[in-house]
């Protein structure tokens, strides 16, 4: 590994880092697509820098991209507010109308400036290596690990001083308001520093990917979580992941780092998505399964229980009767017999005690409106346990 | 080229007729459809449909090595749909909620799909160049057989919209009275977002990725603040539409490195700001103005309560005051005065004024009293 390519992946993995710390609170305060607004956005901002400087990565521009940033929350909000349209439509009007202006002072002037729309969009972290930090006669490395570096440890530092605040006010901003914090101020301070955030982010990995780095950790931490820290955690851990291992895809597929990094984001995320306990698709699958079997189930023993005539209780009538497809009446049987809630002689079906018990228990909660106590008779009658 | 010019060479010019054509055709259908996504909420989700569209033209491209646009569409419109229902599987099935799936569809699809870009890029033998237009689209590019794909699709959609209008319309104010009224409303739902699907994957090559989702809101926002009535928002937002693609082509026809998509973007983004500015009734300034007419009323009415008062103590209620009776008193001014005289509400003589019977009736009248007119 050179020196080059270790730096390269340590930007990656500062900037997955800084990018999940506010993400986590956009995904928390359903403001996920806000991030989309800003890092379109901000694209005047840079241009006009850009304009004014002539160097791509003065400081100036993160300021007037900042700048841009706050404008389209401060924007958005006024659209909202007029009550003209909703939320998410202000958010869709304004970013294109921004990132249109961008485009057009880039294409303008396009001959004498050396902006590339797509590397707008696309960013690119492979030459970020060869633009240096350097006072007289040392060299501090690249700039970018400065910039993210700096971001970062105000990140970091932030949130170590405003936790309770920012936990309070995400999850519970009557009670900010209550308790004397202004979770208005809170909110545009989080905007500021995700404004700030996808700035220093936009220049390596490009503007829809700081989108990914910012909601995708914490969307897959949030399926695996439920504790404030151990999200945040999560989320920059699969940022850092995601940041080393999608440069190596990039690395041997010989295309674009940040794609590579957002794909690798997208399969970790896919993963989850999949087999998180508890609330992936799988367990979210399985359980409704089983709840729609256990509803079945109960349907089944109380017909049972209404109708004590053998002529109504045969295989087939029953079948009819209640209507089911043939493969649940058999699952459901099954589950029945297993749990000994039922006897069969020849084709006709008949409670057992348990059977009994457990029907009459459940009319009489269902009766008396308790319809959640059927819930602990589950327990109670070692029901799929079998 | 000027205006004037543009508009005399549009129906001689080839190029140039095809091109207004399709973003004329591209702007009305976006915003006929646009206008169900911004009634329903879910104005964003054509952004995340666009950028989900990317690794389809990707993969289509390294499937069928052509750059025949209905292959790449294709691809797109099978990406786009399953972007679409992955975002759908997201917010029933986690507790993520839908604005978190839409950013995680748009930047997830969009990385893979910049991925698999310059992945092709770096093949020796592909002829790739063109697939980045797709990115910021490139309406010099439509040709002939594109416009009438737009004019099929665009003809399709309407007699769809036109079958299933009363189901459209009462599944997008009440989808639960939709449900038990017995219709199907998944497949309503679905049906509706394919075409939005559709129309966004026909737009990419006009507008591009980035850009689409102005397109699809920006002409219904604006048509909303006129009507209060869904065919004529969904009329309007496709004239909308269809204007902002011809005045966008013929204004960056007018100048070199003048991107057609992101004017076409701008003028739309101008008819919101119009739409907001002006709309009578739900504009900001009909708004204003209203509340200003408020305003003074109010004013006039506390004044002519105030004379009430004191003329209720006079058995002659025509019995005249003097100003000076005024003088504790703020609600008035010489010009509500004045409006008050006007109204036949109060007369005048040398610093005195009296209340008329119309102006006494009318105060007592003003809290909803119904005292019978003398």
């Given at each position: 590994m050179t020196q080059a390519q270790f730096e390269i992946q340590l930007i990656a993995m500062l900037v997955a880092m800084a990018c999940a710390i506010p993400g986590t609170f956009l995904v928390l305060r359903k403001m996920a697509m806000i991030s989309d607004a800003i890092s379109h956005s901000i694209l005047p901002g840079i241009v006009i820098g850009f304009f004014v400087?002539?160097?791509?990565?003065?400081p100036l521009l993160v300021v007037l991209a900042a700048l841009c940033g706050v404008l389209t929350v401060m924007l958005v909000e006024w659209i909202q507010k007029t009550?003209?349209?909703k939320e998410d439509t202000a958010i869709g009007l304004v970013f294109p109308a921004l990132f249109s202006i961008g485009v057009i002072m880039i294409a303008r002037n396009a001959?004498?400036?050396?902006?590339?729309v797509d590397a707008v969009l696309l960013?690119?972290?492979?030459?970020?290596?060869?633009?240096r930090f350097i006072i007289g006669e040392y060299d501090l490395g690249p700039k970018a690990l400065w910039v993210i570096g700096s971001i970062l440890t105000l990140s970091v530092t932030l949130l170590g001083l405003f936790f309770k605040e920012l936990k309070i006010s995400t999850f519970d901003p009557q009670l900010a308001t209550a308790l004397g914090f202004s979770p208005l101020l809170i909110h545009h301070g989080l905007m500021t520093l995700a404004s700030v955030t996808t700035v220093g982010a936009f220049d390596a990995v490009g503007a829809v990917l700081v989108v990914g780095l910012m909601i995708a950790p914490p969307a897959t931490a949030y399926l695996l979580t439920d504790d404030l820290k151990k999200m945040l955690g999560l989320a920059v851990c699969f940022g850092a992941f995601s940041a080393i291992a999608g440069y190596w895809l990039a690395h041997f597929l010989d295309a674009s780092i940040a794609g590579a990094i957002t794909t690798v984001l997208g399969f970790v995320f896919f993963t989850v998505f999949l087999?998180?306990?508890?609330?992936?698709w799988l367990s979210v699958w399985h359980r409704r399964r089983r709840q729609r079997l256990e509803v079945s189930l109960l349907t089944f023993l109380l017909h049972l229980h209404n109708h004590k005539d053998v002529e109504e209780r045969k295989v087939g009538h029953l079948r009819e009767h209640i209507n089911w497809q043939k493969v649940r009446a058999k699952s459901v049987l099954s589950l029945a017999l297993n749990n000994n809630m039922v006897t069969i002689e020849g084709d006709v079906v008949s409670l057992t005690s348990k059977g009994w018990k457990f029907a009459n228990e459940a009319i009489e909660h269902i009766s008396s409106d308790k319809t959640t106590a059927i819930e602990s008779m589950k327990d109670e009658f070692f029901l799929f346990r079998a | 080229m000027n205006l004037p010019e543009y508009f005399s060479l549009v129906f001689t010019d080839y190029t140039l007729r095809t091109i207004t054509l399709g973003t004329a055709l591209l702007g009305a259908i976006c915003g006929m459809l646009g206008s169900f996504a911004v009634l329903r909420k879910q104005s964003l989700l054509g952004d995340a449909i666009s950028h989900a569209a990317l690794p389809g033209i990707a993969l289509a491209f390294i499937l069928f090595?052509?750059?025949?646009s209905s292959v790449l569409l294709t691809g797109a419109l099978v990406s786009g749909l399953a972007g679409t229902f992955w975002i759908r599987s997201i917010t029933q099935n986690t507790r993520l909620k839908s604005d978190t799936a839409l950013g995680l569809v748009l930047s997830l699809f969009f990385g893979f799909g910049m991925l698999l870009l310059t992945f092709i890029q770096k093949?020796?033998?592909?002829?790739?160049?063109?697939?980045?237009?797709?990115?910021?689209?490139?309406?010099?590019?439509?040709v002939a057989s594109d416009v009438w794909l737009m004019a099929g699709v665009t003809g399709v959609s309407f007699c769809v919209m036109s079958i299933f209008w009363k189901e459209f319309k009462v599944l997008l104010f009440d989808p639960e009275y939709t449900l038990t009224l017995g219709f199907n409303t998944k497949f309503i739902d679905i049906l509706m977002t394919s075409f939005m699907v559709l129309a966004i994957v026909l737009g990419l090559q006009t507008?591009?990725?980035?850009l689409m989702s102005a397109m699809l809101l920006a002409p219904a926002a604006a048509a909303r603040q006129?009507?209060?009535?869904l065919w004529v928002m969904v009329t309007l937002a496709a004239v909308f539409g269809a204007l902002s693609g011809i005045l966008g082509t013929a204004i960056s026809a007018?100048?070199?490195?003048?991107?057609?998509g992101p004017v076409i973007v701008l003028v739309a983004a101008v008819f919101v700001f119009l739409s907001f500015v002006?709309?009578?009734?739900?504009g900001l300034l009909a708004r204003r103005i209203g509340f200003i007419r408020n305003r003074n009323d109010l004013h006039l009415h506390k004044t002519l309560s105030f004379m009430y008062e004191i003329a209720k103590?006079?058995?002659?209620?025509?019995h005249p005051h003097s100003l000076?009776?005024?003088?504790?008193?703020?609600?008035?001014?010489k010009k509500s005065l004045r409006k008050l005289e006007v109204q036949g509400w109060i007369t005048f003589d040398s610093r005195q004024w009296s209340l008329t019977d119309e102006g006494f009736h009318k105060a007592a009248n003003?809290?909803?009293?119904?005292v019978e007119k003398p």
């Amino acid at each position: 590994m050179t020196q080059a390519q270790f730096e390269i992946q340590l930007i990656a993995m500062l900037v997955a880092m800084a990018c999940a710390i506010p993400g986590t609170f956009l995904v928390l305060r359903k403001m996920a697509m806000i991030s989309d607004a800003i890092s379109h956005s901000i694209l005047p901002g840079i241009v006009i820098g850009f304009f004014v400087t002539q160097d791509i990565s003065s400081p100036l521009l993160v300021v007037l991209a900042a700048l841009c940033g706050v404008l389209t929350v401060m924007l958005v909000e006024w659209i909202q507010k007029t009550g003209l349209v909703k939320e998410d439509t202000a958010i869709g009007l304004v970013f294109p109308a921004l990132f249109s202006i961008g485009v057009i002072m880039i294409a303008r002037n396009a001959n004498d400036v050396h902006l590339d729309v797509d590397a707008v969009l696309l960013g690119e972290l492979a030459f970020a290596p060869f633009d240096r930090f350097i006072i007289g006669e040392y060299d501090l490395g690249p700039k970018a690990l400065w910039v993210i570096g700096s971001i970062l440890t105000l990140s970091v530092t932030l949130l170590g001083l405003f936790f309770k605040e920012l936990k309070i006010s995400t999850f519970d901003p009557q009670l900010a308001t209550a308790l004397g914090f202004s979770p208005l101020l809170i909110h545009h301070g989080l905007m500021t520093l995700a404004s700030v955030t996808t700035v220093g982010a936009f220049d390596a990995v490009g503007a829809v990917l700081v989108v990914g780095l910012m909601i995708a950790p914490p969307a897959t931490a949030y399926l695996l979580t439920d504790d404030l820290k151990k999200m945040l955690g999560l989320a920059v851990c699969f940022g850092a992941f995601s940041a080393i291992a999608g440069y190596w895809l990039a690395h041997f597929l010989d295309a674009s780092i940040a794609g590579a990094i957002t794909t690798v984001l997208g399969f970790v995320f896919f993963t989850v998505f999949l087999i998180a306990p508890g609330k992936g698709w799988l367990s979210v699958w399985h359980r409704r399964r089983r709840q729609r079997l256990e509803v079945s189930l109960l349907t089944f023993l109380l017909h049972l229980h209404n109708h004590k005539d053998v002529e109504e209780r045969k295989v087939g009538h029953l079948r009819e009767h209640i209507n089911w497809q043939k493969v649940r009446a058999k699952s459901v049987l099954s589950l029945a017999l297993n749990n000994n809630m039922v006897t069969i002689e020849g084709d006709v079906v008949s409670l057992t005690s348990k059977g009994w018990k457990f029907a009459n228990e459940a009319i009489e909660h269902i009766s008396s409106d308790k319809t959640t106590a059927i819930e602990s008779m589950k327990d109670e009658f070692f029901l799929f346990r079998a | 080229m000027n205006l004037p010019e543009y508009f005399s060479l549009v129906f001689t010019d080839y190029t140039l007729r095809t091109i207004t054509l399709g973003t004329a055709l591209l702007g009305a259908i976006c915003g006929m459809l646009g206008s169900f996504a911004v009634l329903r909420k879910q104005s964003l989700l054509g952004d995340a449909i666009s950028h989900a569209a990317l690794p389809g033209i990707a993969l289509a491209f390294i499937l069928f090595q052509s750059k025949d646009s209905s292959v790449l569409l294709t691809g797109a419109l099978v990406s786009g749909l399953a972007g679409t229902f992955w975002i759908r599987s997201i917010t029933q099935n986690t507790r993520l909620k839908s604005d978190t799936a839409l950013g995680l569809v748009l930047s997830l699809f969009f990385g893979f799909g910049m991925l698999l870009l310059t992945f092709i890029q770096k093949q020796p033998n592909a002829n790739q160049a063109g697939l980045e237009k797709y990115l910021f689209g490139q309406a010099a590019t439509l040709v002939a057989s594109d416009v009438w794909l737009m004019a099929g699709v665009t003809g399709v959609s309407f007699c769809v919209m036109s079958i299933f209008w009363k189901e459209f319309k009462v599944l997008l104010f009440d989808p639960e009275y939709t449900l038990t009224l017995g219709f199907n409303t998944k497949f309503i739902d679905i049906l509706m977002t394919s075409f939005m699907v559709l129309a966004i994957v026909l737009g990419l090559q006009t507008v591009g990725v980035v850009l689409m989702s102005a397109m699809l809101l920006a002409p219904a926002a604006a048509a909303r603040q006129w009507t209060d009535r869904l065919w004529v928002m969904v009329t309007l937002a496709a004239v909308f539409g269809a204007l902002s693609g011809i005045l966008g082509t013929a204004i960056s026809a007018g100048y070199d490195n003048l991107s057609t998509g992101p004017v076409i973007v701008l003028v739309a983004a101008v008819f919101v700001f119009l739409s907001f500015v002006f709309a009578p009734r739900r504009g900001l300034l009909a708004r204003r103005i209203g509340f200003i007419r408020n305003r003074n009323d109010l004013h006039l009415h506390k004044t002519l309560s105030f004379m009430y008062e004191i003329a209720k103590s006079h058995e002659d209620h025509s019995h005249p005051h003097s100003l000076r009776l005024f003088n504790e008193f703020r609600g008035f001014s010489k010009k509500s005065l004045r409006k008050l005289e006007v109204q036949g509400w109060i007369t005048f003589d040398s610093r005195q004024w009296s209340l008329t019977d119309e102006g006494f009736h009318k105060a007592a009248n003003l809290y909803n009293q119904n005292v019978e007119k003398p």
